[in-house]
T-cell receptor, first 114, second 119 residues
Framework: KQEVTQIPAALSVPEGENLVLNCSFTDSAIYNLQWFRQDPGKGLTSLLLIQSSQREQTSGRLNASLDKSSGRSTLYIAASQPGDSATYLCAVSSSAGNNRKLIWGLGTSLAVNP | DTGVSQDPRHKITKRGQNVTFRCDPISEHNRLYWYRQTLGQGPEFLTYFQNEAQLEKSRLLSDRFSAERPKGSFSTLEIQRTEQGDSAMYLC?????????????????FGEGSRLTVL
């Protein structure tokens, strides 16, 4: 049974720091992994999606990596800003094109202090 | 198209009342999903549609819940005889799923959610 774990559960950093959020999964037979951002009381914003055949994806200050063999993904945020404060969730899909089987982590709550 | 939109954003109701939420997905997306999220938890799958066909319902979805997507575009989620345990954020998401196309990334796009409070 696939399980997704995110560490740490909460993180507080000063503005400008580079930081890494971790996501680990127990079954390496995944189709893709997606990182989302969620602001309090809001929906989820897709940040990056990595297909199982890919090693990393980049968007602006964000870089996500995937190592299927070790069951890990990291989300790297460069030069953090107070506007990056949010909860970051990763979700793993084990079925091609069917997101009903997304398995979610509980998220990392990030606070970037000015 | 500006993304997935949901309405209303927040609904407060008394126990026993019926509520309905609407979701308008990204226009070219053929798959539409409903999830439920409670505080501190990840989203829980409720049901999904491919075009107008409802292909799966979670066991979380009791008989009081019904979802429709009559024309393969917008969808509604109705909860009858609401209970306090139904209080949650109801999230809609859409994705593009077609066979034999490199455009089928499976990427999921969410709306802002509809928060339900049952008093």
């Amino acid at each position: 049974k696939q399980e997704v774990t995110q560490i740490p559960a909460a993180l507080s950093v000063p503005e400008g720091e580079n930081l890494v959020l971790n996501c680990s999964f127990t079954d390496s037979a995944i189709y893709n992994l997606q990182w989302f951002r969620q602001d309090p009381g809001k929906g989820l914003t897709s940040l990056l999606l990595i297909q199982s055949s890919q090693r990393e994806q980049t968007s602006g200050r964000l870089n996500a990596s995937l190592d299927k063999s070790s069951g890990r993904s990291t989300l790297y945020i460069a030069a953090s800003q107070p506007g990056d404060s949010a909860t970051y969730l990763c979700a793993v899909s084990s079925s091609a094109g069917n997101n009903r089987k997304l398995i979610w982590g509980l998220g990392t709550s990030l606070a970037v202090n000015p | 198209d500006t993304g997935v939109s949901q309405d209303p954003r927040h609904k407060i109701t008394k126990r026993g009342q019926n509520v309905t939420f609407r979701c308008d997905p990204i226009s070219e997306h053929n798959r539409l999903y409903w999830y439920r999220q409670t505080l501190g938890q990840g989203p829980e799958f409720l049901t999904y549609f491919q075009n107008e066909a409802q292909l799966e319902k979670s066991r979380l979805l009791s008989d009081r819940f019904s979802a429709e997507r009559p024309k393969g575009s917008f969808s509604t989620l109705e909860i009858q005889r609401t209970e306090q345990g139904d209080s949650a954020m109801y999230l809609c998401a859409s994705s593009l799923s077609r066979l034999a196309t490199t455009a089928n990334t499976g990427e999921l796009f969410f709306g802002e959610g509809s928060r339900l409070t049952v008093l």
